[in-house]
């Protein structure tokens, strides 16, 4: 203890040089995850971005606190099918390590994140190196004029080079659709149907060059190599196979 | 939508070197208040903008977007942008978030400015 009474210091994920990952079922695929380092928005390349996805629970006699607290529960329940969270995250603790497996039209990506803070209205994700987002994703609820509002606020630069051009062509849409489906479905767990709104402020349009360097973590890329390589290893374990006796 | 718990005042204690003494919570709806503070900073003709978070209460991971956006408008501006003032908590968070790596934090007033208006880094 340090005698440092900081309101809300447990609320904080302590620093931590590189990230470590606990156990994982055998069906997680963790290539992009032990090992890095987190990467906020002053490390990405692209242009800067903070994106806020609402919606208001009308009609659901439901608080921000208990929003929030079945988010953490049943956080990945909320997300579209073809992703997964594993590692030991279900109460969502700030310092818990997950990795992410998601596909991608049939393309497998293997990346993670940290929990950075959580209180009981809100809680926000670290990124590693080599996600697609270098930045901090910020989960809430609070009551606007009686009515609770869930929301997601994505902050973040893309990655690198590559990332920044997927972002521009595709991904921008696609991560709308992400969190349209995510706040959906917690609307949906609290029995209302509620309007997904969102908009989008680029705060900065300039590309930081000097994170060019990211490209060498990219985990699309590393996820995709490793599938690649996947015949190669299965060959190499069938050849090291002692024959019976 | 809930009020900021945030107020902000601003000064010029050498020529160029503005200094903002935060007092209450960063959080996402203290947006303007920051933003209303770096606007006054710049008519006072600063080039170093000091973030004095001696008196910060609370900060959630929405200030710490606060922080980043503030630092791109310093940048824009062709200003310098450091803080003093941290506890060691508040220390931490900036090297969770590798804020630490954009904004230079000084140990207190006195050294942040000797350091910002002529000094070595």
Redesign the interface.
Known sequence: MTGDATPGKSRWAKPVEELSVGDLPPEALNLNVSGKQLSGAVQGFGQLWQKTYRVPLAGAAVTPQEVVKVWKAEYTTFWPEDSNLYGPVADLEPGDVGVINASQSGVRLSTGVMVMYADDESFAFALPQGHIFAGWITFSAHDEDGTTVAQVQPYFRTSDPMYELIFTVYFHRKEDEIWYHTLNSLAARFDVAGEVTHDAERIDTKLQWRNVGNIWHNAGMRTALHQIAAPVRSLGRIAGRKPDA | ??EASISMDVRVPVDAVAVIDIEGEIT?FAEGVLQDAHDQATRKGATVVLLNFSGL??????G??LL??L??RTQRNRQQLGAFGL????R??F?????D??IVIHSDEATAIATTSGGTP
């Open positions: 939508m809930p996402q209460d609370y900060m959630n991971s929405s710490i977007g980043v956006t630092l791109v506890s060691e908590h508040y931490e968070i090297q969770l978030t590798r804020l790596e954009a």
